[in-house]
Every structure is written in structure tokens, then in C-alpha cells.
């Protein structure tokens, strides 16, 4: 059975910096491509982020660019999500999932909250 544990969320003010991690089991996630996607408020799901799998290319839409960072690790079979510069408009549940997303391996996600 897959598994996938998101951590790393909080709180933070405006320009302030997070990492979220994604941990697997059940699940090699170096064999796909992964993805990150978040969920504001009263809105549905955008895609933020995906790593290839292989050589780990990665793909931002345009509003992260230059402000967040997806690697992976591995060894560990876990995905990062190196968040800096934070904005108010970053605030949401974040996920990770298999791109594209598979409906059975949604988690609880992590809140990360930008406010001042």
C-alpha cells in the first residue's frame, strides 16, 4: 500500500522561508516524476512543482519561479520543497503526488500559512 507523508509546513511571515518534505513508502518515487500541488482556501488544486524522474529535471509555474526549489533524495525516498520569499498568496495545503496524480495517493498534505 503507497504512502505519502507531507511535513515541514507552519506559519510564517511574508518573505520568510519553509522546506516541505514528502516521504513514500510503498512507493519508489525516484521511478516517476513527482509533483507538488496546492490547495488555497476556497479554491481548487494548482500544480506548483514536478521532478522528473531519472535526471530530476523540474518545472515551476511562473508565480514560484526564482522562489522555490524541488529536489529529491533518493536514498532516502523522500521530495523537497525548498520554499523562499515566501507570499501571502503561497498560503495553502500542500501535497505531493505521483504526476499525474494518482486519486489513491492523496495524504493530509501540510498547511503553510504566510501572514504578518
Known amino acids: 500500500e503507497v504512502h505519502l507523508v507531507e511535513s515541514g509546513g507552519g506559519s510564517v511571515q511574508p518573505g520568510g522561508s519553509l522546506r516541505l518534505s514528502c516521504s513514500a513508502s510503498?512507493?519508489?518515487?525516484?521511478?516517476?516524476?513527482m509533483s507538488w500541488v496546492r490547495q488555497a482556501p476556497g479554491k481548487g488544486p494548482d500544480w506548483v512543482a514536478t521532478?522528473?524522474?531519472?535526471?530530476?529535471?523540474?518545472y515551476y509555474v511562473d508565480s514560484v519561479k526564482g522562489r522555490f526549489s524541488i529536489t529529491k533524495d533518493n536514498a532516502k525516498n523522500t521530495i523537497f520543497l525548498q520554499m523562499n520569499n515566501l507570499k501571502p498568496e503561497d498560503t495553502a495545503i500542500y501535497y505531493c503526488?505521483?504526476?499525474?496524480?494518482?486519486?489513491?495517493?492523496w495524504g493530509q498534505g501540510t498547511q503553510v500559512t504566510v501572514s504578518s
Open positions: 503526488n505521483e504526476d499525474p496524480p494518482d486519486a489513491d495517493y
Open positions: 521532478i522528473s524522474s531519472g535526471p530530476g529535471t523540474t
Open positions: 510503498g512507493f519508489t518515487l525516484g521511478d516517476y516524476d
